[in-house]
């Protein structure tokens, strides 16, 4: 059973840094690109970055380009978010969601986790 | 940037009904690139169909896509008390990857 756990999500200041940890299980991660995606509570999704099976390909939202910073550790079987200069519309629960296609960025997200909270706030 | 408009925002339907959500996007897309997801409070997404019509691994034969160029239907042939919930549609065009504001499907 494909398993997806984020953390190191919590409360911070604006301008301030967090970095959001999502460990996989149940599938061979080193073969999926692997995407964040947030939710403003109450709100709708959206996708902010992803990153391809090897790292060589990365995309980020424009909302978040320039201060977010996606990697991935395959030998540790986890995948990273690294926010800095936060900014109050930050604020979401930001969940990591596998990609569909073996090998490549499709865009489709079959298997999600249950997602982290960030709060940006003085 | 492709923008989606989900209507309606919310529908209140009884279960056993017939359920008719849909999807406009703001240009035309090719259809292999319109997904739709069901979220609940408190459990993690789950992708329902790809490719405008393909159900995902584990998606019940109730539900079914449709559309092309800017229209998608995501249709749920009789409901049951487990569809209650918020839908989202999705374009995988190119990044960014965009969805709809989400329609909740409501018990009447």
């Known amino acids: 059973e494909v398993q997806l756990v984020e953390s190191g999500g919590g409360l911070v200041q604006p301008g301030r840094s967090l970095r959001l940890s999502c460990e996989a299980s149940g599938f061979t991660f080193d073969d999926y690109a692997i995407h964040w995606v947030r939710q403003v509570p109450g709100k709708g999704l959206e996708w902010v970055s992803g990153?391809?099976?090897?790292?060589?390909?990365?995309a980020y939202a424009d909302s978040v380009e320039g201060r977010f910073t996606i990697s991935r550790d395959n030998t540790k079987k986890s995948l990273y978010l690294q926010m800095d200069s936060l900014r109050v519309e930050d604020t979401a629960l930001y969940l990591c969601?596998?990609?569909?296609?073996?090998?490549?960025?499709?865009?489709?997200?079959?298997?999600w986790g249950q997602g982290t909270l960030v709060i940006v706030s003085s | 940037e492709i923008v989606l408009t989900q209507s309606p925002d919310t529908l209140s339907l009884s279960p056993g009904e017939r359920a008719t959500l849909s999807c406009r996007a703001s240009q035309t897309i090719d259809s292999i690139f319109l997904a739709w997801y069901q979220r609940k409070p408190g459990q993690a997404p789950r992708l329902l169909i790809y490719?405008?019509?393909n159900r995902a691994t584990g998606a019940p034969d109730r539900f079914s896509g449709s559309g092309s160029g800017t229209d998608f239907t995501l249709t749920i042939s009789r409901l049951e008390p487990e569809d209650f919930a918020v839908y989202y549609c999705?374009?995988?065009?190119?990044?960014?990857?965009?969805f709809g504001r989400g329609t909740k499907l409501e018990i009447k």
């Open positions: 490719g405008a019509s």
């Open positions: 969601a596998k990609d569909f296609s073996f090998a490549t960025i499709t865009g489709v997200f079959d298997s």
């Open positions: 990153i391809s099976w090897n790292g060589g390909k990365i």
């Open positions: 999705q374009q995988y065009v190119t990044s960014p990857y965009t």
